[in-house]
Protein backbone atom coordinates (compact mmCIF):
# COMPACT_ATOMS: atom_id res chain seq x y z
CA UNK A 1 0.00 0.00 0.00
CA UNK A 2 1.56 3.42 -1.01
CA UNK A 3 1.99 5.73 2.19
CA UNK A 4 -0.71 8.10 3.12
CA UNK A 5 -0.61 11.73 2.07
CA UNK A 6 -4.03 12.98 3.16
CA UNK A 7 -4.10 16.10 5.37
CA UNK A 8 -4.93 14.18 8.50
CA UNK A 9 -1.44 12.76 8.26
CA UNK A 10 -0.31 15.55 10.23
CA UNK A 11 -2.27 14.66 12.95
CA UNK A 12 -1.22 11.42 13.06
CA UNK A 13 1.76 12.15 16.27
CA UNK A 14 -1.47 13.61 18.04
CA UNK A 15 -3.77 10.88 17.21
CA UNK A 16 -1.63 7.85 18.94
CA UNK A 17 0.32 10.26 21.72
CA UNK A 18 -0.41 8.80 25.48
CA UNK A 19 -1.32 10.86 27.81
CA UNK A 20 1.61 10.97 30.62
CA UNK A 21 0.45 13.89 32.63
CA UNK A 22 -2.91 15.18 33.42
CA UNK A 23 -1.48 18.32 34.68
CA UNK A 24 -0.25 19.18 31.33
CA UNK A 25 -3.54 18.68 29.72
CA UNK A 26 -6.10 21.32 29.05
CA UNK A 27 -9.32 21.05 30.39
CA UNK A 28 -12.53 19.18 29.12
CA UNK A 29 -14.15 20.68 26.34
CA UNK A 30 -17.61 19.69 27.13
CA UNK A 31 -17.58 20.29 31.08
CA UNK A 32 -14.48 23.08 31.09
CA UNK A 33 -13.67 21.43 34.65
CA UNK A 34 -11.33 18.55 35.51
CA UNK A 35 -8.34 17.47 33.01
CA UNK A 36 -9.60 13.88 31.26
CA UNK A 37 -8.19 10.74 32.45
CA UNK A 38 -6.46 8.04 30.22
CA UNK A 39 -9.38 6.19 28.85
CA UNK A 40 -8.80 3.02 26.28
CA UNK A 41 -7.51 2.67 22.34
CA UNK A 42 -5.48 6.16 23.49
CA UNK A 43 -8.58 7.96 24.39
CA UNK A 44 -9.13 10.15 27.32
CA UNK A 45 -12.36 10.25 29.56
CA UNK A 46 -13.68 13.03 31.77
CA UNK A 47 -13.88 12.11 34.98
CA UNK A 48 -16.59 14.84 35.83
CA UNK A 49 -18.87 14.36 32.82
CA UNK A 50 -17.53 11.05 31.60
CA UNK A 51 -17.50 12.44 27.87
CA UNK A 52 -15.08 10.12 25.79
CA UNK A 53 -12.07 12.48 23.65
CA UNK A 54 -10.28 11.65 21.44
CA UNK A 55 -6.70 14.04 21.92
CA UNK A 56 -6.74 15.56 18.81
CA UNK A 57 -9.42 17.70 19.77
CA UNK A 58 -7.50 20.00 21.43
CA UNK A 59 -5.55 21.01 18.51
CA UNK A 60 -6.92 23.90 16.65
CA UNK A 61 -8.11 23.11 12.94
CA UNK A 62 -8.43 19.66 13.94
CA UNK A 63 -11.79 19.62 12.93
CA UNK A 64 -11.64 20.85 9.34
CA UNK A 65 -8.91 18.72 8.24
CA UNK A 66 -10.12 15.42 8.92
CA UNK A 67 -13.37 16.08 8.03
CA UNK A 68 -12.31 17.69 4.41
CA UNK A 69 -10.06 14.65 4.29
CA UNK A 70 -13.32 12.14 5.63
CA UNK A 71 -15.51 14.23 3.33
CA UNK A 72 -14.38 16.39 0.66
CA UNK A 73 -13.84 15.39 -2.65
CA UNK A 74 -14.29 11.60 -3.81
CA UNK A 75 -17.16 11.37 -1.12
CA UNK A 76 -20.15 9.36 -2.59
CA UNK A 77 -21.51 7.62 0.26
CA UNK A 78 -24.25 5.99 -1.39
CA UNK A 79 -22.50 3.62 -3.81
CA UNK A 80 -25.15 0.51 -4.01
CA UNK A 81 -28.33 -0.41 -3.80
CA UNK A 82 -27.32 -1.62 -0.15
CA UNK A 83 -26.29 1.20 1.13
CA UNK A 84 -29.10 3.07 -0.39
CA UNK A 85 -31.56 0.65 1.62
CA UNK A 86 -29.83 0.73 5.12
CA UNK A 87 -30.19 4.57 4.61
CA UNK A 88 -33.92 4.13 3.87
CA UNK A 89 -34.50 2.40 6.73
CA UNK A 90 -32.58 4.40 9.27
CA UNK A 91 -34.35 7.44 8.00
CA UNK A 92 -37.83 6.18 7.84
CA UNK A 93 -36.78 5.66 11.94
CA UNK A 94 -35.82 9.15 12.62
CA UNK A 95 -39.01 10.83 11.44
CA UNK A 96 -40.79 8.38 12.93
CA UNK A 97 -38.93 9.17 16.41
CA UNK A 98 -39.98 12.92 15.53
CA UNK A 99 -43.34 12.25 14.76
CA UNK A 100 -44.03 10.29 17.99
CA UNK A 101 -43.16 13.89 19.42
CA UNK A 102 -45.76 15.42 17.33
CA UNK A 103 -43.78 17.07 14.77
CA UNK A 104 -44.46 16.19 11.71
CA UNK A 105 -44.16 19.16 9.25
CA UNK A 106 -42.74 22.75 9.49
CA UNK A 107 -38.86 24.31 8.28
CA UNK A 108 -36.27 21.44 9.18
CA UNK A 109 -32.61 22.63 8.87
CA UNK A 110 -30.39 19.51 8.76
CA UNK A 111 -26.39 20.42 9.82
CA UNK A 112 -23.85 17.47 8.22
CA UNK A 113 -26.32 16.31 5.37
CA UNK A 114 -24.01 13.49 4.21
CA UNK A 115 -25.91 11.54 1.31
CA UNK A 116 -28.51 14.23 1.66
CA UNK A 117 -31.17 10.98 1.88
CA UNK A 118 -32.47 12.22 4.71
CA UNK A 119 -33.20 15.52 3.58
CA UNK A 120 -35.13 13.87 0.81
CA UNK A 121 -37.18 11.15 3.05
CA UNK A 122 -38.19 14.23 5.13
CA UNK A 123 -39.34 16.47 2.09
CA UNK A 124 -41.27 13.48 1.00
CA UNK A 125 -42.66 13.45 4.56
CA UNK A 126 -44.15 17.20 3.97
CA UNK A 127 -41.43 18.94 5.89
CA UNK A 128 -39.75 22.38 4.02
CA UNK A 129 -36.22 20.96 4.22
CA UNK A 130 -32.88 23.23 3.96
CA UNK A 131 -29.24 21.69 4.64
CA UNK A 132 -26.06 23.24 6.03
CA UNK A 133 -22.41 21.46 5.60
CA UNK A 134 -18.81 22.44 5.14
CA UNK A 135 -18.09 20.52 2.27
CA UNK A 136 -18.55 22.35 -1.16
CA UNK A 137 -18.31 18.86 -2.79
CA UNK A 138 -21.76 17.27 -0.77
CA UNK A 139 -23.30 20.47 -1.02
CA UNK A 140 -22.95 21.19 -4.55
CA UNK A 141 -23.96 17.45 -5.07
CA UNK A 142 -27.08 17.69 -3.09
CA UNK A 143 -28.36 20.87 -4.99
CA UNK A 144 -27.63 19.46 -8.41
CA UNK A 145 -29.00 15.78 -8.02
CA UNK A 146 -32.09 16.85 -5.35
CA UNK A 147 -32.98 20.81 -6.09
CA UNK A 148 -32.44 21.37 -2.45
CA UNK A 149 -31.34 24.09 -1.21
CA UNK A 150 -27.68 23.96 1.03
CA UNK A 151 -26.05 26.40 2.78
CA UNK A 152 -22.46 26.22 2.79
CA UNK A 153 -20.28 26.97 5.59
CA UNK A 154 -21.09 27.86 8.90
CA UNK A 155 -24.43 27.27 11.34
CA UNK A 156 -24.05 30.51 12.85
CA UNK A 157 -24.36 32.09 9.88
CA UNK A 158 -27.83 31.50 9.20
CA UNK A 159 -30.46 33.72 10.42
CA UNK A 160 -31.68 33.08 13.63
CA UNK A 161 -35.27 31.52 15.05
CA UNK A 162 -36.11 30.22 11.37
CA UNK A 163 -36.87 26.03 11.53
CA UNK A 164 -38.75 24.10 13.62
CA UNK A 165 -36.86 20.95 13.62
CA UNK A 166 -32.99 21.01 13.62
CA UNK A 167 -31.33 17.75 13.03
CA UNK A 168 -27.79 16.36 14.12
CA UNK A 169 -27.52 12.91 12.83
CA UNK A 170 -23.66 11.65 13.51
CA UNK A 171 -22.64 15.20 13.38
CA UNK A 172 -21.64 16.18 17.01
CA UNK A 173 -19.07 14.14 17.68
CA UNK A 174 -17.02 15.62 14.81
CA UNK A 175 -16.98 19.12 16.64
CA UNK A 176 -14.34 20.67 18.82
CA UNK A 177 -16.82 22.72 21.26
CA UNK A 178 -19.90 20.55 21.40
CA UNK A 179 -21.72 22.63 23.65
CA UNK A 180 -20.97 25.98 20.92
CA UNK A 181 -21.89 23.80 18.19
CA UNK A 182 -25.46 23.18 20.05
CA UNK A 183 -26.05 26.76 21.52
CA UNK A 184 -25.59 27.54 17.76
CA UNK A 185 -28.27 25.12 16.54
CA UNK A 186 -30.50 26.60 19.45
CA UNK A 187 -30.40 30.07 18.35
CA UNK A 188 -31.57 28.71 14.95
CA UNK A 189 -34.81 27.21 16.24
CA UNK A 190 -37.86 29.20 17.07
CA UNK A 191 -39.26 28.92 20.26
CA UNK A 192 -40.19 25.30 21.23
CA UNK A 193 -38.69 24.21 18.35
CA UNK A 194 -36.86 20.41 18.92
CA UNK A 195 -33.42 19.20 18.36
CA UNK A 196 -33.11 15.60 16.84
CA UNK A 197 -29.59 14.69 17.19
CA UNK A 198 -28.25 10.96 17.29
CA UNK A 199 -24.06 10.36 17.90
CA UNK A 200 -22.30 6.79 18.75
CA UNK A 201 -23.00 5.14 21.91
CA UNK A 202 -19.71 4.69 23.10
CA UNK A 203 -21.58 2.52 26.38
CA UNK A 204 -22.30 0.00 23.71
CA UNK A 205 -21.31 -3.61 24.23
CA UNK A 206 -19.16 -3.27 20.70
CA UNK A 207 -16.93 -0.19 22.30
CA UNK A 208 -15.57 -2.65 24.36
CA UNK A 209 -13.06 -4.04 21.01
CA UNK A 210 -10.73 -1.89 19.27
CA UNK A 211 -12.47 -3.00 15.82
CA UNK A 212 -15.75 -1.20 17.28
CA UNK A 213 -16.75 0.35 13.68
CA UNK A 214 -17.55 3.87 15.76
CA UNK A 215 -13.98 4.25 16.34
CA UNK A 216 -13.07 6.56 13.86
CA UNK A 217 -10.25 9.68 13.40
CA UNK A 218 -12.90 12.18 12.81
CA UNK A 219 -14.77 11.70 15.84
CA UNK A 220 -13.57 14.05 18.25
CA UNK A 221 -15.88 12.98 21.23
CA UNK A 222 -17.80 10.32 22.40
CA UNK A 223 -21.18 9.89 23.89
CA UNK A 224 -23.25 7.94 26.44
CA UNK A 225 -26.78 8.47 26.71
CA UNK A 226 -26.45 10.20 30.41
CA UNK A 227 -23.35 12.32 28.69
CA UNK A 228 -25.61 13.19 25.77
CA UNK A 229 -28.48 14.51 27.82
CA UNK A 230 -25.66 16.65 30.67
CA UNK A 231 -24.28 18.29 27.50
CA UNK A 232 -27.58 19.25 26.01
CA UNK A 233 -28.70 20.91 29.23
CA UNK A 234 -25.35 22.06 29.04
CA UNK A 235 -26.51 23.81 25.78
CA UNK A 236 -29.56 25.36 27.27
CA UNK A 237 -32.01 22.15 26.03
CA UNK A 238 -34.53 20.42 27.69
CA UNK A 239 -34.29 16.94 26.71
CA UNK A 240 -38.02 15.48 25.76
CA UNK A 241 -36.88 11.53 25.01
CA UNK A 242 -33.79 9.91 25.04
CA UNK A 243 -33.16 5.97 23.37
CA UNK A 244 -30.59 3.77 22.06
CA UNK A 245 -31.03 1.92 19.09
CA UNK A 246 -28.46 -1.26 18.23
CA UNK A 247 -28.36 -1.17 14.15
CA UNK A 248 -28.06 -4.80 12.75
CA UNK A 249 -24.75 -4.27 11.30
CA UNK A 250 -23.05 -3.64 14.24
CA UNK A 251 -21.80 -6.93 15.42
CA UNK A 252 -20.83 -8.07 12.41
CA UNK A 253 -18.83 -5.21 11.57
CA UNK A 254 -17.25 -5.25 15.27
CA UNK A 255 -16.62 -8.42 14.91
CA UNK A 256 -14.76 -8.60 11.55
CA UNK A 257 -12.63 -5.47 11.85
CA UNK A 258 -11.33 -6.96 15.34
CA UNK A 259 -10.30 -10.15 13.88
CA UNK A 260 -8.83 -8.70 10.86
CA UNK A 261 -6.85 -6.18 13.83
CA UNK A 262 -8.16 -3.27 12.34
CA UNK A 263 -8.63 -0.20 14.46
CA UNK A 264 -9.29 3.35 12.92
CA UNK A 265 -9.63 5.39 15.72
CA UNK A 266 -5.91 5.96 16.27
CA UNK A 267 -5.30 5.80 12.16
CA UNK A 268 -6.40 8.36 10.06
CA UNK A 269 -3.71 6.38 7.38
CA UNK A 270 -6.14 2.91 7.82
CA UNK A 271 -9.33 4.89 7.84
CA UNK A 272 -9.03 6.79 4.72
CA UNK A 273 -7.90 3.49 2.81
CA UNK A 274 -11.43 2.26 3.83
CA UNK A 275 -12.88 4.70 2.00
CA UNK A 276 -11.71 3.49 -1.27
CA UNK A 277 -13.71 1.21 -3.15
CA UNK A 278 -11.45 -1.49 -4.86
CA UNK A 279 -12.10 -2.88 -7.97
CA UNK A 280 -13.30 -6.11 -6.99
CA UNK A 281 -15.53 -4.82 -4.28
CA UNK A 282 -18.59 -5.25 -6.65
CA UNK A 283 -17.69 -8.99 -7.04
CA UNK A 284 -18.13 -9.88 -3.41
CA UNK A 285 -20.48 -6.87 -2.03
CA UNK A 286 -23.50 -9.05 -2.62
CA UNK A 287 -22.36 -12.04 -0.10
CA UNK A 288 -21.03 -9.49 2.47
CA UNK A 289 -24.20 -7.65 2.91
CA UNK A 290 -26.29 -11.14 3.23
CA UNK A 291 -23.40 -12.52 5.51
CA UNK A 292 -23.88 -8.55 7.15
CA UNK A 293 -27.70 -8.58 7.56
CA UNK A 294 -27.82 -12.68 8.47
CA UNK A 295 -25.93 -11.90 11.33
CA UNK A 296 -27.82 -9.07 12.16
CA UNK A 297 -31.35 -11.14 12.08
CA UNK A 298 -29.04 -13.91 14.42
CA UNK A 299 -28.36 -11.17 17.35
CA UNK A 300 -31.88 -9.43 17.22
CA UNK A 301 -32.58 -10.88 20.61
CA UNK A 302 -29.02 -9.17 21.98
CA UNK A 303 -29.90 -6.13 19.74
CA UNK A 304 -33.34 -5.82 21.41
CA UNK A 305 -31.70 -6.45 24.82
CA UNK A 306 -29.21 -3.64 24.59
CA UNK A 307 -31.70 -1.13 22.54
CA UNK A 308 -33.79 -1.99 26.14
CA UNK A 309 -31.11 -1.22 28.63
CA UNK A 310 -29.41 1.82 26.65
CA UNK A 311 -26.40 -0.16 25.73
CA UNK A 312 -27.12 0.15 21.84
CA UNK A 313 -24.57 1.57 19.07
CA UNK A 314 -26.58 4.66 18.74
CA UNK A 315 -27.95 7.40 21.06
CA UNK A 316 -31.14 9.43 19.42
CA UNK A 317 -32.36 12.53 21.96
CA UNK A 318 -34.96 14.30 21.14
CA UNK A 319 -34.51 18.20 22.82
CA UNK A 320 -36.65 21.70 22.99
CA UNK A 321 -35.14 24.90 22.36
Not at 41 to 60: E, K
Request: a positive charge; hydrophobic letters at 40%; charged letters at 20%.
Amino acid sequence: MAPYRGPAARLGPMLVKEKTSTSQEPACPICGTAAPSPFRFQLLRCTTCTVILNPVIYRSGTAEILNEETFGDGYEPERSFWVRWFNSWKNRRYLGYLRDLGVTQGRLLEVGVGSGSFLRAARSAGFTVTGCDLSETVCRRIEERWGIPMHRGSLDLLPPAQWDVVVMNHVLEHVQDPVDFLRAARRRLRPGGVLHVAVPNVACIEALFPGWNCYLPCHLSYFTPQSLSQTLRRAGFQVERRLTHENFSTWFLTGLRTLLGVSTASSPALAASLRRVPSWWPLVEFPYRLLMVGTGFLTTPLRKLQSAFERGDEVIALARA
